[in-house]
């Protein structure tokens, strides 16, 4: 969604190598890179045992090398080839395992590196195989923290009206949270800075910034409210501009992509990825995070992931590098956090040139997932009307919502699409599962009237609980924000005065021993059974192109 991010301001709380132990492990200087004809090796896995890093490498054919050996590389994601370290070597073969050390948490940590094997031929490194991340990073995790799992029901808080028990009120099961990584960041000798080593250095983080996020997390937690936070970078604050990617330098947009480029940024997103895993892991006295969302929307380039390319690879590959490493150090920490990307509605349209549409990012996203190691990723959708404004969550326009995987939009109306598309084979967990699906963002307005949105909710939240595979429905937002009423974009549960709206009663009631009395008044709007709509999976459209007038 575009124009509703200003909440992010609005709604922010200002708040060396290791002694080797393996027999034949050799280190090499820099080599140079040969391009290689083909590469029919395989790593089929990389996972943790114990200390050790144990690779398992496959080929249909043997490839030509002076020696006879396979050589493992540790890159860091900005480096390609074999240029990063050689951690093993072993005979090659069609079928070789390969071990080595982790060193997690030192300045040779392995955790968040990409593998690959080469060849030496003529006495230059060539290389033979994709790259490879470890896959089960939660086998070291200090913590396996019970997550708050009791429902699908969430909001965007309001976190002025945390205190007075509206969130326990409204029947809240999930919250989702906005965290600018810029803000969070602090240098040695600020106030209130938090020393934090990893990796063989010490970093630094906002103590007063962080007190604010844990206050609330804290008393979310006490609520038995379920949180999720979202990565964000806004370039925002003095200590986190090598977060920002060269590719997005001088760009002035309100989100950018993470810096995965250089040795500074990929160890800073290092550290912040352990330093959150730890500290919200439910054992440090700051509240417990179970829920992980990383960036926002990505697909938007020009608005929430932006770099200067309008290369779609390019940007999907830099996002998979950050999502890595965040994935890896988060659930090093916490085993069972979930991680999610996020994508917005607009699956096989956009209405802005910038952007790349949902479902080609998706794609690409998971072929990059499945080729270099399979993860136990989630994904965020954000299922909104089209246009945004459009206050009927039910009956679309025609021309947007349709019921094929060509539809322009995914919208709750037909959420099954992508439902269906998820159970594809390709998409599946490593465990052969359909992965989490998260509603992280969905709002109606009350701008043509407050019995649409009414109306509208429980479509959508009934809908969404009718699908076992969604796992959250984040409705966007308990009040409503001036900068996105001017687009009639009233989405809050509460106007601007702090008065209840008539969608307060009905969101209130769903999901709870009174959902007859919202179900009865949802069907009343909108002239027909909304258990039959929701459970024939009846698809109302009209023409038109949703200007409301």
């Known amino acids: 969604m575009e124009i509703k991010k200003n909440n992010y301001r609005s709604n922010k709380i200002v708040m060396g190598i290791a002694a080797a132990i393996l ?19 395989s790593i ?3 996972v943790i045992s114990g200390d050790q890093v144990v690779c398992q490498l496959s080929a249909g054919s043997v490839p030509y090398g002076d020696d006879g ?7 860091e994601v900005w480096q390609d080839g074999p240029r990063g370290q050689a951690v093993a070597r072993a005979s090659a073969g069609r079928s070789v395992s390969v071990s080595f050390p982790l060193n997690y948490n030192t300045d040779s940590s392995n955790l968040s590196r990409k593998f690959l094997v080469a060849v030496k031929r003529g006495g230059q490194m060539v290389q033979v195989s994709d790259e490879h991340y470890i896959t089960n990073p939660e ?17 965007l808080p309001d976190v002025t009206r945390i205190s007075d028990g ?16 810029g803000e969070l960041c602090s240098a040695e000798g600020q106030p209130d800075a938090i020393a934090f080593s990893y990796n063989g250095k010490t970093f630094y983080f906002n103590g007063e910034v962080l007190s604010r996020y844990d206050s609330t997390i804290r008393s979310i937690n006490r609520f038995g409210i379920q949180v999720t936070l979202v990565l964000l970078n806004g370039g925002e604050g003095d200590f986190g501009k090598d977060l920002i990617h060269p590719l997005a330098a001088g760009g002035d947009c309100p989100g950018y992509a993470l810096n995965v480029a250089d040795e500074a940024g990929t160890g800073h997103l290092k550290a912040i990825g352990a330093f959150l895993g730890q500290h919200y892991s439910g054992h440090m006295g700051a509240g417990q995070v179970d829920n992980w969302i990383i960036g926002n929307e990505v697909n938007a380039r020009t608005s929430w992931w932006y770099t200067n390319s309008t290369n779609m690879d390019l940007n999907v590959n830099i996002y998979v590098k950050a999502f890595r490493i965040l994935y890896n150090e988060l659930k090093a920490q916490n ?17 802005n040139p910038g952007s790349f549409l949902a479902k080609g990012y998706l794609d690409q996203f998971n072929y990059y997932m499945n080729r270099e190691g399979n993860i136990d990723w989630g994904l965020s959708y954000h299922p909104y009307n089209s246009p945004l404004y459009d206050p009927y969550a039910w ?19 037909n959420i099954d699409i ?32 407050s019995e649409a949105q009414e109306a509208s909710i429980a479509y959508g939240y009934l809908k969404a609980a009718s699908l076992p595979d969604v796992d959250a429905f984040m409705l966007f937002r308990q009040t409503d924000e001036a900068s996105e009423m001017e687009s009639h974009l009233n989405l809050g549960l509460y106007d601007l005065s702090g008065n209840k709206k008539p969608s307060y009663e009905i969101y209130k009631n769903l999901g709870t021993a009174n959902e007859a009395a919202a179900k009865a008044r949802a069907s009343e709007i909108i002239g027909m059974d909304i258990d039959e709509m929701v459970s024939k999976n009846i698809i109302w459209t009209r023409g038109g192109n949703g200007v409301v007038q």
């Open 23 to 41: 027999t034949g492990l050799v280190f090499f200087a820099k080599p140079m890179e040969v391009s290689a004809e083909g590469r029919p090796v």
């Open 44 to 46: 089929t896995s990389c």
């Open 69 to 75: 050996n396979y050589y493992i590389y540790a890159d």
């Open 139 to 155: 086998a070291i995790a200090a913590y396996s923290a019970a997550r708050n799992d009791h429902g699908i029901k969430g909001i």
């Open 166 to 181: 509206q969130l326990q009120d409204l029947g809240i099961q999930q919250i989702v949270y906005n965290m600018d990584l």
């Open 335 to 351: 085993a069972n956090v979930r991680i999610y990307n996020s994508i917005d509605q607009e699956w096989g349209r956009k209405s």
């Open 395 to 413: 009956n679309g326009p025609a021309v947007w919502v349709k019921e094929s995987i060509s539809s322009p939009y995914i919208t709750m109306q």
């Open 418 to 449: 992508l439902i269906n598309y998820m159970h594809q084979k390709q998409f599946l967990s490593p465990s052969g599962e359909v992965r989490s699906i998260s509603l992280a963002e969905i709002g109606y307005t009350s701008a043509f009237g």
